[in-house]
């Protein structure tokens, strides 16, 4: 087995991330070596804990590592299996007597910023040379190019292939300066490890991107000393550091999105443990297994045939024995019998996409496997962790039993709090079902239910990140989000809410801020509408904060509402269907103007004639004219309604004007005057079939703005119109979808047209 050498017997093994076939190389190597040193690419920050990351854990896991300054923060992972070559390469070289380093760069080092990943594949950056092998040997992608390569072929000649393999995408490939700064890095260790060793072997073990430049950076012992590299520090006013964390098979799937190649996890598992034919076989087990406990049938005739498909395609593409696209292809042959609409995940290679057909999600589950990771008891874990169980324990609440909460007893609000600010970190435990939202009637209650997490601690633990406290790291994810979002001011409105509910008073106010920054500019009227409807509601029943009736939160509703009105006047589309998102923003400024126009000065006369420009404005959507003379309306300029509604008559906008009207008036509608609702029964009733088809989807959303209540009360009127003694409810309620309703009576007047056309049947159908 020949690997590539530099003087002074430093041997360098150049592998994919995740690579049964390379972890086999690294064990071999080591074994046939006995080096002096193992120099493994990784977080060399953790040196110094080498027994922590190696004890008695369950994998996968995870090294987790968090930076946070004045200007950033950073969150990188570099995850371990048991067939992970770096796992491999410190077990093993443990096992001999070895002296274990990591080489690269802490993960809080400006080379590593944009990475989350550090042991991503590098196939973007050779992504040329990749199309062209893939092409050559007639494979879909780079994991099938890999496995067709590597995984299913003997081991004989597997250095020396690996070596021409990386040798060739990497000399096609320029580094940039994050990759230079790095392999840099990483040199200096290995001359260092080269000097001390004195002529014994020294095993280095990285991505193949990086060992082409390894070896040439190591080539010579020019400035090297018998030192080892400085670990980089932190900036002084960073907070930053490493801690294990269990990690799952999930996570680490490629199929899910996570960006170091290799997919299907517990396949290679399989092969790791038993090698490519037999995990061959287990996985067809698997997925049959999986696909009966979800009901799916699948005959051993089925099962045959999709192993017979199989070995087929093994021998067709050269292989000695299916591999892990043999064997999925087989199985889609011998399960699959409707036509697929979406190329399957492994031809395509990234994240599963929605509307997968059902058998392909479960075998790409089955493939990726349910297993999760576990540390050893004694593993130092940030002190976020401990606040956590503490302030849980010191408020009562119970993991596994649902949470009920006054909101008006100040025990309860401190609770509801706490379970906000864990969801604000995204911390499993709890998910509330019932409880205060924007836009609705105000609710001093609510319900938290219990939502057990396998991955529970793994995120309690990259929480951590953002600060040692519940408090702390809550106050730094909200700075944060507020940072990102800009001038955002729908997702600005989302934080103000989250922080109200939070208890978070100063970052309210920071967030309040952005928002009245952002709203001045603001072109998006749907997001100033909903930012408006959280600004009054916190203006008119927080509780919570606090805040209600504040100055701050008043300026806002002032402007919100004044350039809302601006934003109206300028919307022109004559035939746009109903837009409930500007819709609900004319409904914030009805409420603002209703509720908070006194107390704030709001310019209740201005509204009214910007609703009336609009509603005699051609050029206006439908759905914003009637809106707009709803918006009078409900301010009480009472308009004549019967008559509008007949000046937009015709199928194709009734329904969308009535929208808008409902959206705004709909109390108005069902307690005034009955006139309006006489007249739009008239113009539905004069419609012929067709017309009314093209007019019920836009009806139908329209009277959707309706509660149960008020519907009903539509309902009475209809009767009182028609007579009949059946209980009104009885028009709420069809057995056949209403569309297919109206579809049939266009059908059969058609039918009609047609026979009377040939003189067949002349009067009345009955």
């Known amino acids: 087995m020949s690997t590539v050498e530099a003087p002074g017997g ?29 120099l493994v690419e990784g977080p060399a920050d953790l040196n110094g804990r080498m027994d922590e990351l190696l004890g008695d854990h369950e994998l996968p896991i995870a090294v ?24 491999v390469a410190l077990t093993a070289g443990r096992q001999v007597g070895a002296q274990l380093r990591f080489i690269d760069l802490p993960a809080w080092h400006p080379a590593l910023s944009g990475r989350a990943n550090r042991y ?12 062209r092998l893939c092409a050559t040997l007639a494979v879909d992608n ?36 994050d990759d230079t700064a790095r392999e840099a890095y990483m040199a200096r260790w290995v001359r260092a490890a080269r000097r001390r060793a004195a002529g014994r072997p020294v095993l280095v073990v990285t991505g193949g991107f990086h060992r082409p430049a390894l070896v040439r950076l190591t080539a010579s012992d020019d400035g090297a000393d018998d030192d080892w590299p400085e670990v980089p520090a932190p900036a002084a006013d960073a907070v930053a550091g490493s801690y294990l964390v269990p990690y799952s098979f999930r996570r680490l799937d490629a199929f899910v999105g996570y ?82 609409d979406q190329p399957l995940p492994w031809a395509t290679r990234g994240t599963l996409a929605p509307g997968a057909h059902p058998v392909v999600v479960e075998m790409v589950a089955a493939l990726s496997g349910d297993r999760v990771g576990r540390l050893h008891p004694d593993t130092p874990l940030p002190p976020l962790v401990h606040d956590v169980d503490a302030e849980l324990a010191r408020h009562r609440i119970d993991p596994h039993e649902a949470v009920e909460l006054d909101l008006t007893v100040a025990g309860d609000l401190t609770r509801s709090r706490l379970l906000h600010r864990l969801r604000l970190l995204d911390v499993p435990g709890h998910v509330r079902e019932r409880g205060p939202r924007v836009g609705a009637d105000a609710l001093l209650t609510e319900r938290w239910s219990p939502a057990p997490s396998a991955d529970r601690l793994a995120r309690v633990i990259e929480a951590g990140g953002y600060g040692p406290t519940v408090l702390d790291a809550v106050t730094a994810r909200i700075e944060e989000r507020v940072t990102l979002l800009g001038a955002d001011v729908d997702a600005l409105a989302t934080t103000l809410f989250d922080t109200a509910l939070a208890g978070l008073p100063e970052h309210s106010t920071r967030t309040l801020t952005a928002i009245a920054r952002a709203t001045g500019s603001v072109t998006d009227l749907r997001a100033l509408g909903r930012a408006l409807a959280v600004a009054l509601a916190l203006w008119r029943h927080d509780r919570l904060l606090g805040s209600a009736g504040t100055a701050p ?58 609703a009336g420009r609009v509603a005699a404005d051609p050029a206006a959507p439908p759905d914003l004219r009637g809106a ?53 029964d008239e113009l539905l009733a004069a419609m ?55 579809a049939a009576r266009a059908v059969e007047e058609r039918v009609d047209a047609v026979l009377t056309r040939e003189g067949l049947w002349e009067g009345d159908r009955t």
């Not at 590592?65 to 570099?78: L, Q």
């Open 628 to 680: 707009a003379l709803g918006l009078a309306w409900s301010l009480g300029d009472v308009p004549d309604a019967a008559r509008a509604v007949r000046a937009v008559a015709a199928p194709d906008t009734l329904g969308d004007w009535l929208s808008g009207l409902f959206a705004l008036a709909r109390e108005e509608v069902v307690s005034g005057d009955a006139a309006l609702l006489t007249v739009v």
């Open 553 to 610: 939160l008043g300026a806002l509703i002032t402007a919100a509402v004044r350039r809302a009105l601006w934003l109206v006047e300028g919307v022109r589309a004559t035939a746009a269907p109903a837009d409930p998102g500007r819709l609900t923003a004319l409904v914030a400024v009805r409420d603002a103007v209703r509720h908070a126009g006194p107390a704030l000065g709001l310019d209740r006369d201005g509204a009214l004639a910007v």
């Open 120 to 131: 991503a594949d590098a196939d973007q950056r050779y992504a040329e040379a990749v199309r």
């Open 10 to 38: 430093v041997t360098f093994l150049g592998v994919r991330h995740h690579s049964p076939a390379c972890a086999r190389l690294v064990a071999a190597t080591v074994a046939r070596l006995r080096p002096a040193y193992v």
């Open 64 to 87: 987790f590592t968090a930076h946070r300054d004045g200007t950033r923060r950073h969150a990188s992972w570099s995850p371990f299996c048991a067939y992970s070559p770096e796992w």
């Open 142 to 177: 780079v994991d099938a190019l890999w496995d067709h390569l590597f995984e299913i072929g003997p081991d004989d000649g597997l250095a020396e292939r690996l070596d021409t393999y990386f040798d060739v995408l990497r000399g096609e490939s320029a580094a940039g300066e």
């Open 259 to 340: 960006q170091s190649g290799m997919p299907s996890p517990a396949y290679y598992q399989r092969v790791w443990e038993d090698g490519p034919r037999r995990a061959a076989e287990a996985l067809t087990e698997a997925v049959a297994a999986r696909l009966r406990t979800r009901r799916q049938h699948v005959s051993t005739a089925d099962l045959i045939a999709a192993r017979s498909m199989a070995g087929g395609l093994a021998r067709l593409r050269g292989h000695a024995h299916p591999g892990r696209v043999d064997v999925l292809d087989g199985l889609v042959s011998a399960l699959v019998t409707d036509a697929l």
């Open 688 to 742: 012929g079939a067709h017309d009314f088809l093209v007019a019920l989807p836009a009806l139908r959303q329209a009277f959707g703005w309706f509660p149960p209540r008020e519907r009903a009360e539509v309902a009475r009127h209809v009767q009182a119109l028609h007579g009949g003694d059946a209980p009104p409810g009885d028009l709420l309620r069809l057995d056949a979808d209403p569309l297919l309703v109206a």
